[in-house]
């Protein structure tokens, strides 16, 4: 076999190590924002175990990354797909932090389903859960206009996320108990951790951009 | 001027760009640390303005980056150096906007300086302040040990978190109005950017000790 073709094939398997990891953190968010709807707490714990495999899966790409940089001068293209890679595991891998840190405030919420949830919390999270699975989907179908429409979608969430503070400045108004703050101050956490996913999903999005045009952010990086 | 005298020149222009903008985040998180401890909103303002030059800067590495790649194939420890670069570059550019959501909320709570400050949140700052000095400086310097150190004080930005964390719903139990629910979710967010900052400086430290060493968190990867 030659140089290039074994390079080839470890091109091959990194594409699909990075849809393997992206289905990880589509179904941990998914399962996270289930747990915290139903107070599943048992879901919550499985959520926070599985996080330990998408970090193993972010350094088994990150490593071979570093080897196919190493083994063989890459192209331009090759060069974008790794590069693209590279930066990409950084933003799944939080994304799949945060599942866990909503799963973690689900336990500690421990089947006590604050009124406030029944508000814009539940927005928020089906708007993330949407955009990580659209940034999944554009990077594996290479759909740019996909990947472009998600980007947009990021000021729904941020809105959502000072929609949600409202509510939450309103329940602690309406005269708090240790319960009451207890869980506005979780649930303003979780708002937070959905709206970070949101910008993970829009980072995701960018390096799709990047990998197909060479343009991140709008600028010529390669 | 042979390409590979070039290819020094370009790394040692890497270099100097990273300690540029590890000096412009270290200015930035202590300047947003002063403008909330004295509710100065002038210089929170100037620090959301510079924000941007630090976004800049990551995009400049970047690119930079990815040309040193495509050019040369680089030799193990000269890719260590601009793999190290590629990562280092994203945590640094976090802190730099952490600084700037602090700045944002010290420009929100627009001279009131709520009793819950006098506190924790100090410490917290203090800590976080000398972590991203130190994580900066262990690159500058490659002082391994330093960079291990820091490594170990994360533990102490989290515990503060959550000592914070307690003080706030102390702070909305005692009969909580609008102004003082306003404050205290404000000040939550505040010390989540600050338990961030920790993060991130210990992500920095880590890829310090990756570049010497090879070594990822414990797993050889280069």
Redesign the interface.
């Known amino acids: 076999m030659t140089a290039r073709s074994t390079f080839d094939m470890e091109l091959e398997q990194l594409n699909l190590d990075l849809i393997k990891m992206g289905g990880m953190i589509e179904e941990a968010i998914a399962k996270s924002i289930r747990a915290l709807e139903q107070s599943n707490t048992a879901i919550a714990s499985e959520i926070i175990q599985s996080d330990h495999s998408v970090d193993d899966m972010e ?1 088994q790409i ?2 071979r ?3 196919l ?2 083994r ?3 192209v ?1 293209r090759d ?1 974008r797909a790794i ?1 693209t890679a ?2 990409m595991i ?1 933003d799944m891998e939080r994304i799949g932090d945060h599942a866990a840190d909503i799963a973690e405030l689900t336990i500690r919420l421990d089947g006590n389903k604050p009124e406030a949830m029944a508000q814009h919390i539940p927005d928020m999270a089906d708007i993330a859960t949407q955009m990580v699975r659209a940034c999944v989907q554009s990077f594996i179908e290479n759909d740019l206009d996909l990947a472009k429409a998600t980007i947009q979608r990021d000021d729904e969430v941020d809105d959502l996320f000072n929609v949600v ?1 409202d509510e ?2 309103k329940m ?2 309406n ?4 319960e ?3 869980q ?2 979780d649930l ?2 979780i708002a ?1 951790y959905l709206e970070r996913i949101g910008d993970h999903a829009v980072n995701i999005c960018e390096w799709v951009v990047f990998y197909d045009t060479g343009l ?2 709008e ?1 010529q ?2």
């Open positions: 350094k990150e490593a990354c570093l080897r940089l190493m063989q001068q890459p331009a060069l590069s590279l930066k950084t503070r939450l400045i602690l108004e005269g708090s108990d240790a009451t703050a207890n506005a101050i303003m956490m937070k991140h952010k600028t990086i390669l």
